[in-house]
């Protein structure tokens, strides 16, 4: 950290550092959710045959049908509360601070299959404050995660906020 005595970092940063929201769910996951989420992803051009022709897919080594890595079971929710939104993360600062995406990194587990309920939640795991042109800049790490109902890691999305 730059200056001991400036910092943005709040208390409530403090006390929500590594607090997981509680795990909002998908609606299950059908073949034809998938099959149109490839063909849009895929097109003018056919979506490969893993991810909507059955007979095809039991040949793979996966067994069946699966989504592409990029399939979102949260796009479209009929109800928007469905619509996930981590927190916003309070700083101390008197002034309105300035803010960017930093980027993200996203991590894949297990796909995504016909059937499947995803969970998803997400926790301020982490910051950093240097000395910066613009002065301090804040740097904060949020992670999301998405699992099937047996538990299993589907996806894991770490992302930067900047502020200064």
């Not at 960017?100 to 969970?119: A, F, L």
């Amino acid at each position: 950290m730059a200056d001991s005595a400036v910092s943005y970092v709040s208390q409530e940063m403090r006390d929500r550092k590594g607090v997981w929201t509680e795990p909002l769910y998908s609606p299950e996951v059908a073949s034809s959710d998938i099959r149109r989420w490839a063909i849009a992803v895929y097109w003018p051009e056919t979506p490969p045959r893993i991810f909507w022709d059955a007979e095809y897919a039991r040949g793979t080594r996966w067994g069946g049908i699966i989504a592409p890595q990029d399939f979102n079971p949260f796009a479209w929710p009929i109800d928007r509360t469905l619509s996930f939104r981590p927190p916003p993360v309070p700083v101390a600062s008197a002034r309105q601070l300035t803010g960017m995406n930093g980027g993200q990194t996203d991590t894949y587990g297990v796909p995504i299959r016909p059937g499947d309920v995803i969970s998803t939640r997400s926790a301020l795991v982490d910051w950093e404050e240097r000395a910066g042109r613009l002065g301090l800049t804040l740097y904060l790490y949020n992670e999301t995660r998405w699992e099937n109902q047996r538990g299993e890691t589907v996806r894991t999305r770490r992302s930067t906020q900047i502020r200064y």
